[in-house]
């Protein structure tokens, strides 16, 4: 069984910077595909970034974080993180990890098999 957790999160001012962390366990991480998608109250989740296994030659970002995130794997550490920086209100979500296996679509959540239980970001001054 692979397990996913998510950390990093918290409160962070309009124009600040936060990493997140995804640690991963059960599993042989470089064979999986991974992902960042958010959630924010009252919108349904979406596509953040997306990094290719196994040593994440290929990257996708949604348009809205273009230029200001970036995702990045270890594994060597079984980890998978994402950069956040320039951060906006808008920005404010509970954030997943996922995984996936095969060459499914990266940018859809209905490609990945596995998922952390999330961590806070909340962008406000």
């Known amino acids: 069984q692979v397990q996913l957790v998510e950390s990093g999160g918290g409160l962070v001012r309009p124009g600040g910077s936060v990493r997140l962390s995804c640690a991963v366990a059960?599993?042989?991480?470089?064979?999986?595909?991974m992902g960042w998608f958010r959630q924010a109250p009252g919108k349904e989740r979406e596509f953040v970034a997306a990094?290719?296994?196994?040593?994440?030659?290929?990257?996708h970002y949604a348009e809205s974080v273009k230029g200001r995130f970036t995702i990045s794997r270890d594994n060597a550490e079984n980890t998978l993180y994402l950069q956040m920086n320039s951060l906006k209100p808008e920005d404010t979500a509970v954030y997943y990890c996922?995984?996936?296996?095969?060459?499914?679509?990266?940018?859809?959540?209905?490609?990945?098999?596995?998922w952390g239980q999330g961590t806070q970001v909340t962008v406000s001054s």
């Open positions: 996922a995984a996936r296996r095969g060459n499914r679509s990266p940018t859809a959540d209905l490609s990945y098999d596995y």
């Open positions: 990094i290719s296994q196994p040593r994440g030659a290929s990257t």
């Open positions: 059960g599993g042989t991480f470089s064979w999986y595909g």
